[in-house]
């Protein structure tokens, strides 16, 4: 059973903008925390940005920061992330994940250990 299911990637020139969607299924609840992590091919993966799920704090990563707004809707039970002004360094896999923060309380969303993952939507910025 698919806990998270991301799209919205594609192919975009430098300079475009995509936005992202991870729908999340019952399983996981309102007060998770979701984070958005890339891959490109022979890079470490790096954290994005993440939601709170309690007070919808969020934390980019310096990379993407002014560029990438990540928001929630639960009633849609959806994370998005909105990016903008992209680049090439941008490429990559995107993938959506979720934590369940019960047990780390005071703990940012970028502190978590995210044990739920979606199978990810590929992002290629090219001209």
């Known amino acids: 059973q698919e806990t998270l299911v991301e799209s919205g990637g594609g192919l975009v020139q430098p300079g475009g903008s995509l936005r992202l969607s991870c729908v999340a299924s019952e399983f996981i609840e309102d007060y998770y925390a979701v984070s958005w992590v890339r891959q490109a091919p022979q890079k470490e993966r790096e954290g994005v940005s993440c939601?709170?799920?309690?007070?919808?704090?969020?934390y980019y990563a310096d990379s993407v920061k002014g560029r990438f707004t990540i928001t929630r809707d639960n009633a849609k039970r959806t994370v998005y992330l909105q990016m903008n002004s992209l680049k090439p360094e941008d490429s990559g896999t995107y993938y959506c994940?979720?934590?369940?923060?019960?047990?780390?309380?005071?703990?940012?969303?970028?502190?978590?250990?995210?044990?739920?993952w979606g199978q990810g939507t590929q992002v290629t910025v090219s001209s």
């Open positions: 939601i709170s799920g309690s007070d919808g704090s969020t």
């Open positions: 994940s979720a934590a369940d923060p019960t047990y780390s309380a005071g703990s940012a969303c970028n502190e978590l250990k995210y044990d739920y």
